[in-house]
């Protein structure tokens, strides 16, 4: 028994710090000299990884806690994922209006289907208008729907150079598939605080009705005792899995920063510019004045948050470090990234026109 706690552990640890170290891991890569493009490659496949490895034991855990049998539990699961896949577009565009050609916004349309020619991008996808006058992008898609939302803030606030780069890099996240990697691996752990909480509350009442029953006299006070025992063990049992499910959450959100710096590169491929970093930083400069904060128990990762091209909520991204719980790496560091990036392909391509 206590072997399997330790792997269990020890696969959760590795996981986790291997992930975060990998989302960090490309702007060392790039400081030391190697190319953007391999640098984030690295980083990406080595996050992927070791949020896996973390994700493994712990969805092991959920499946064991939440299913009657094992395979119970699988299905359970899996039956709840595919339905978020398949809802979620439809959920997210249902408050937006799609643009249709000739409309107002025509011409959005019109640039999101030249990039995606461009890009040798195939796929149907909508894209649409949200009403919200901050300023905003996001892209939501599986095998039945895809689409792009911009915020109509966004036109108002960019020029048009960087609405295309930023319809760019939400098609970036289309041709990624980043939606059915975030909304899988940001179930786990919310899954699992949901079932850390339930615990808790369910060893609380255990402890409570042992404490207030008559079932017991006053002379069988061991019986008494042992009921709220095995309460207060479940409690402790609860409080440990929220501590998981904060644990595996800052893998979850390393693998988010790095699926953002990937559709960054797309943008600055698809548009040939680093015109995504000068809508960010306009972006984040206005958003950031009209971010709401939601207090919570735990930094938990909100997928919505997670969709955005900045986030939306209020997220401790002001310094390098403090990113590590942030769904987005810090604007200066994409902006960066991004015009490095940049650098890279010009030179190459003078390289190979010489």
Known sequence: MWWILRLFLLCLGVGVVGAVVSSYLSYILVKRGVAVSKAIKVAAISTGVFVAIALIPTVLFVVGFAGILGFAGIAIVVLYLLIQYLIAPFVFISNTRKIELGSEYGWVLETAQRIAQRMGYGKKFDVRIADVETPNAFAIGNVLKRAIVVHRGSLQVLDRDEVEAVLAHELGHLVHRDNAYLLTTSFTPMITYLIGVSMIVVGHAIAVSAGQSTRYGRSDDVG??????????????????????IVVNLAVLAFSRIREHLADLYAVRATGSDTIAKALEKIEKVVSAYRTEEKKLIPKPKLRNMLYIVPQLTEPTQTFFSSILSTHPPTSIRIFIAKKYLEELTHSNIVRQS
């Not at 008494?224 to 499910?245: E, K």
């Open 224 to 245: 008494r005792g042992l009921v709220t025992l095995f309460g207060l063990g479940i409690m402790i049992a609860g409080i440990a899995t929220i501590v998981m499910a």
